[in-house]
């Protein structure tokens, strides 16, 4: 499945893998580690490539992830808040454009 960018460029993503239970994906491997290719991928539609605004993707794995005592979900709360409320988010990536 090839995705394009606002910018024309195009990425196959199902070349791409996810991987759950990993502290790192250098060095010795866990064997809790598990990697999954990717079937689908949905881009925000506020996405720009070049303030990174929205920068949020859902994706679809090929495969369900089998949770243990090192892979599990996250938890997901169904609160709204108010505009302005201070709220905290974990990932990997920039946190700003360019990576400043």
């Given at each position: 499945?090839?995705?394009?960018?606002?910018?024309?460029?195009?990425?196959?993503?199902?070349?791409?893998?996810?991987?759950?239970?990993?502290?790192?994906?250098?060095?010795?491997?866990?064997?809790?580690?598990?990697?999954?290719?990717?079937?689908?991928?949905?881009?925000h539609?506020?996405?720009?490539?070049?303030?990174?605004?929205?920068?949020?993707?859902?994706?679809?794995?090929?495969?369900?992830?089998?949770?243990?005592?090192?892979?599990?979900?996250?938890?997901?709360?169904?609160?709204?808040?108010p505009?302005?409320?201070?709220?905290?988010?974990?990932?990997?990536?920039?946190?700003?454009?360019k990576?400043?």
């Amino acid at each position: 499945m090839l995705y394009r960018w606002s910018d024309n460029t195009e990425m196959n993503i199902t070349k791409l893998q996810v991987v759950v239970g990993a502290h790192t994906i250098k060095g010795e491997k866990d064997p809790s580690h598990r990697r999954f290719y990717i079937k689908r991928a949905v881009v925000h539609e506020g996405y720009s490539q070049s303030s990174y605004s929205h920068d949020v993707m859902l994706l679809q794995l090929s495969s369900r992830i089998k949770f243990n005592k090192k892979v599990r979900p996250i938890c997901v709360d169904d609160s709204v808040f108010p505009p302005g409320t201070a709220c905290m988010t974990t990932g990997w990536g920039s946190t700003h454009p360019k990576g400043k």
